[in-house]
């Protein structure tokens, strides 16, 4: 694929992760954006980390693993072989899209104790994807040096 198409593709990407992420900003909005295309909400998650602990752990640990996909799939595209670097508009996805840090040795129990725990705290927040929740959680436990 052409380089030119390529740096295109990852700046209209980070616009429109960024302008989504704007609509999050402030207060919850009264109906959460792609609502209609989630299976769960925040509050199906906080029943299974009160009553079905396996259920809520599966959940964080595939949502995990998709960060994971996500995060080496953007970071691929990191320096694509001519200038100008895009290192900046990299690491702004990669922000955006992660934006946590785990340490080495944390559990997926460990994990899963987080997001319940963040759900448990922000009741007025649990009708949002948890989806988008779950990095939030993560990243209030485990911030990146230097992040925002």
């Known amino acids: 694929m052409d380089l030119g198409i390529m740096r295109a593709m990852l700046a209209v990407g980070t616009i429109l992760l960024a302008g989504t992420l704007q609509a999050f900003a402030g207060d919850v909005p009264k109906k959460p954006l ?7 909400t925040g509050n199906d998650v906080y029943q299974w980390c009160q009553y079905d602990k ?4 599966t959940y964080v640990g595939g949502m995990y693993d998709m960060s994971v996909h996500g995060a080496f799939a953007i970071d691929r595209m990191r320096h694509l072989g001519a200038e100008p670097d895009n ?14 840090c785990m340490p080495e040795r944390a559990t997926l129990e460990q994990m899963t104790d987080v997001f319940c725990a963040h759900l448990r705290n922000k009741p007025a927040k649990r009708d949002w994807p948890p989806a988008l929740m779950l990095k939030d959680a993560l990243k209030d436990a485990w911030p990146c040096p230097g992040s925002k």
């Open 34 to 40: 792609f609502s209609e295309k989630t299976f769960f």
């Open 87 to 100: 290192g900046f508009e990299v690491d702004f996805a990669l922000e955006e899209f992660v934006g946590f």
């Open 54 to 57: 396996a259920s809520a752990q």
